[in-house]
């Protein structure tokens, strides 16, 4: 049972335009979200987060829209760059017991173009 | 400014054989964690501890088993491989408490990842 979902495997966005990718969940039990960036051969390497009692949060080039009443939430990279170019992880979280364990989606492979 | 180090980073077993990853933070972290990331699958949590001397079971433990003998290291170790364990394990540690709590508003930070065959 997949709780965090990427339904688009991969996503081609030419270089200064906007990337959309897009993430939903099953469980209303999570209340934190987090968005993973990884480049081959190393780890993932965290991007931007937000809260369930937000809808927002902005950081630099990275927006991450969250819609709980949709349980979908949404990260937009304006402009694109070709360093963007790697696979994102969508994660979330439980405020139930202190591991805050993460739930992770099966990942979305930007490939910035030219 | 190393931050999260697993060790090997590569590895071939045989079926049967044993092994110990290591994975060794220099950020004072209490909470560490071991997945393993399968093609088509998001990161699976193996095992985690939230302190020295204590782990608990994750989403998919069987298999494997884990020390935390100091608060900097987290062994994973496979009593006897697999083919079905071939895949890439990452570590990852944090610093304690709940998201969505200010000072405790932290995520998790990886190693690079120990990419593992069992033949």
């Known amino acids: 049972d997949q709780q965090v979902k990427q339904n688009s495997p991969s996503l081609s966005v030419q270089e200064g335009r906007i990337s959309i990718l897009n993430c939903d969940y099953t469980n209303s039990m999570f209340d934190y979200f987090l968005w993973y960036k990884k480049y081959p051969a190393e780890g993932p390497t965290f991007l931007i987060s937000i809260s369930s009692i937000k809808d927002k949060n902005e950081d630099g080039r990275f927006t991450v829209f969250l819609n709980k009443s949709a349980k979908h939430l949404s990260l937009h990279i304006v402009p694109s760059q070709p360093g963007d170019s790697a696979v994102y992880f969508c994660?979330?979280?439980?405020?139930?017991?202190?591991?805050?364990?993460?739930?992770f989606g099966t990942g979305t492979r930007l490939q910035v173009t030219l | 400014n190393a931050g999260v180090t697993q060790t090997p980073k590569f590895r071939v077993l045989k079926t049967g054989q044993s092994m110990t990853l290591l994975c060794a933070q220099d950020m004072n972290h209490e909470y560490m964690y071991w997945y393993r990331q399968d093609p088509g699958m998001g990161l699976r949590l193996i095992h985690y501890?939230?302190?020295?001397?204590?782990?608990a079971k994750g989403e998919v433990p069987d298999g494997y088993n884990v020390s935390r003998l100091k608060k900097q290291n987290f062994l994973l170790g496979l009593e006897s491989a697999a083919p079905s364990q071939t895949s890439v394990y990452f570590c990852?540690?944090?610093?304690?408490?709940?998201f969505g709590t200010g000072l405790s508003n932290q995520p998790q930070h990886f190693g690079d990842g120990t990419r593992l065959s069992i033949l």
């Open positions: 990852a540690s944090r610093l304690p408490g709940r």
């Open positions: 994660a979330a979280s439980t405020n139930t017991g202190t591991a805050s364990k993460l739930t």
């Open positions: 501890s939230v302190g020295e001397g204590t782990t």
